[in-house]
């Protein structure tokens, strides 16, 4: 069969190649009063990773580490969003409690097993957001005891989508701080505990 297009060179790779490893260029010079919209990781911009509810619990791991995230978003084989998973559900004690209530060897866990089910997830609006200040928002994280934070806004045909995420660790890095989620007293003891460790 004759082809219409013609096909193109394939030159000799250059010594010196490198391979383009890009980041996205975010400001370091961030204070508690700059717009939030400064330290959120927007998805216009970047491409959310999300993994399979069905994967396993190693699967899950691995692909965390191997693209140097420590939450994936869990789907169905549709792409529709299930929930999200985060290294700390995988390393956590999570894993082991689900044994003990379901049974089973820890490898035939799946990431829908241990993930945030969509129904408990906790959203910002993009509107707020983007009246909103860094410490406003590190604030709303330390209230909810998140590392995590998820933005939504409405698309064209009202549908609720995920925009962006924020998260802790990559707001302490562009402030240059650790960002450590306070600690609630909910009883009395707490209360007591609290008052004599100060």
Same mark, same amino acid.
């Given at each position: 069969?004759?082809?219409?297009?013609?096909?193109?060179?394939?030159?000799?790779?250059?010594? *010196?190649?490198?391979?383009?490893?890009?980041?996205?260029?975010?400001?370091?010079?961030?204070?508690?009063?700059?717009?939030?919209?400064?330290?959120?990781?927007?998805?216009?911009?970047?491409?959310?990773?999300?993994?399979?509810?069905?994967?396993?619990?190693?699967?899950?791991?691995?692909?965390?580490?191997?693209?140097?995230?420590?939450?994936?978003?869990?789907?169905?084989? *549709?792409?529709?969003?299930?929930?999200?998973?985060?290294?700390?559900?995988?390393?956590?004690?999570?894993?082991?409690?689900?044994?003990?209530?379901?049974?089973?060897?820890?490898?035939?866990?799946?990431?829908?097993?241990?993930?945030?089910?969509?129904?408990?997830?906790?959203?910002?609006?993009?509107?707020?957001?983007?009246?909103?200040?860094?410490?406003?928002?590190?604030?709303?994280?330390?209230?909810?005891?998140?590392?995590?934070?998820?933005?939504?806004?409405? *698309?064209?045909?009202?549908?609720?989508?995920?925009?962006?995420?924020?998260?802790?660790?990559?707001?302490?890095?562009?402030?240059?701080?650790?960002?450590?989620?306070?600690?609630?007293?909910?009883?009395?003891?707490?209360?007591?505990?609290?008052?004599?460790?100060?």
């Amino acid at each position: 069969m004759v082809s219409e297009y013609k096909a193109i060179a394939f030159h000799k790779i250059e010594a *010196n190649a490198k391979v383009d490893r890009r980041t996205i260029n975010r400001a370091t010079d961030i204070t508690p009063d700059h717009p939030a919209i400064l330290v959120m990781t927007d998805f216009k911009d970047t491409t959310p990773f999300s993994i399979q509810g069905t994967a396993s619990i190693n699967a899950t791991n691995e692909k965390m580490i191997a693209c140097g995230v420590r939450l994936l978003f869990v789907t169905d084989h *549709n792409d529709n969003l299930l929930g999200l998973v985060t290294a700390t559900d995988v390393l956590s004690e999570k894993p082991v409690k689900y044994m003990k209530e379901h049974g089973g060897q820890y490898n035939e866990i799946m990431a829908q097993d241990i993930m945030i089910p969509k129904h408990d997830l906790d959203v910002l609006y993009l509107s707020d957001v983007e009246k909103s200040s860094v410490g406003n928002i590190i604030e709303a994280m330390k209230d909810l005891k998140r590392q995590h934070a998820l933005v939504v806004e409405k *698309n064209e045909a009202g549908v609720e989508i995920i925009r962006g995420i924020f998260s802790t660790a990559q707001i302490g890095r562009q402030l240059n701080i650790t960002i450590e989620p306070v600690v609630r007293a909910n009883t009395f003891a707490d209360v007591e505990r609290a008052i004599v460790s100060a």
